[in-house]
């Protein structure tokens, strides 16, 4: 196996995509592909455990605020990144608890409706402790975000039988 340097990471801002050709696409698909590219990668993240929980709490903060004013754009746009950030974080419960609020959030603002207060908090108060829980990937963490997708199944089938009723 050959010793390679890392690449530098380059920060892309909200909204500004980069754009390749076919073929550099192409090229980076088959390096995502290699084995040694996933190993590599692997022990990058491994190595960054730490920061990457520094950066889920980071937003899980950002979060807790935001949802003081009830703003649902803002409160997906913070949980859509402590799910992106959280597996990699060794938090999986973070992680799935974010995603079943991401997919309240965004079913509930496509239907045009508000968000219930109450959801979101109960949502975030378990992000918040799965977050900082010693051993948040037990058996428990599993559970909260089962129960909690399936809260948001019957809220989301509320506002189904509630739109198909007008």
Known sequence: MSERKPA???????GAYPVMSSAAAMGLMRALRDPETSLAAARVIADHAAELRTAVLAHIDRVEEVAQILDPAAIYEQAHEIRGLAGNAGLAATGRISNVLCRYLDAVMRAGKAPQRG???LHLEAIARAAHAEDEATRLGDAVANELSQLVDRK????????AQR
């Open 156 to 163: 989301l089938a509320e506002i189904n039988e509630s739109d």
């Open 8 to 14: 530098a990471a380059t920060m892309i801002q909200p």
């Open 119 to 121: 959801v979101v908090a």
